[in-house]
């Protein structure tokens, strides 16, 4: 009976950290990498470049820095926060003369509208080269948050208890669901980009 050889499936592999064909590629183009993170609180993004010894970090941006020092009060890890970290990174690496830079999505899925797209859009506004298929990209509704506003519009004149605990975090903060797209467009404003979504 032939014996069975065993192959060695290198440990990040293994723990579905690291698609190394991916890996590969990028490390071969030799350009920045942008790099795209959702925790369950932020949606966390930065500019990468591949060396030797490791990844060095070029910029980055998180929603959280967005709501501590640009007055973001919505959610920080729905749609019109992603743009808007995007659009930041986006900033920041025109600020540190990082002018293009390869969208890398690691060992996740990359889902059209979703907000790695959102992220990407918004660096891209930002000044940052990066390819991708517009296609990608929610509609204008979706980042600036008309469709949160909609929705709440209509659960607080079905179930205001109900709209009371979903929208809470948003209202301790002193925003009105209803009034995300302006909020938006304010917070768009102060990144100083123009509202031409």
Known sequence: M?????????????EGKTDYRKRKGIILGKKPFLTVHVSNRYIYGQVMKSAANGDIALCSSSSRTL???YGWKGSTKN??????????????AKENKVT???????????????????FLAGAKDGGLQIEFDKE????????????????????????????????SRVLSKGLNPSDY??????????LGASNNL
Not at 79 to 92: I, Q, T
Not at 100 to 118: D, K, Q, T
Not at 136 to 164: M, Q
């Open 2 to 14: 032939a014996r069975q050889q065993y192959v060695q499936i290198a440990k990040r592999r293994r």
């Open 67 to 69: 709501a501590k020092k």
């Open 79 to 92: 749609l019109p926060s992603a743009y808007l970290s995007g659009l930041l990174l986006g900033r920041k």
């Open 100 to 118: 293009e830079a390869i969208a890398y999505a690691g060992v996740s899925r990359f889902v059209h509208g979703s907000r790695l797209s959102a």
């Open 136 to 167: 990608i990209i929610p509609e204008k509704n979706r980042l600036n948050g008309k469709h949160i506003a909609d929705y709440a519009k209509e659960l607080e004149s079905e179930d205001a208890s109900e709209y009371k605990q979903m929208f």
């Open 181 to 190: 797209p302006t909020h938006f467009e304010q917070v768009q404003s102060s």
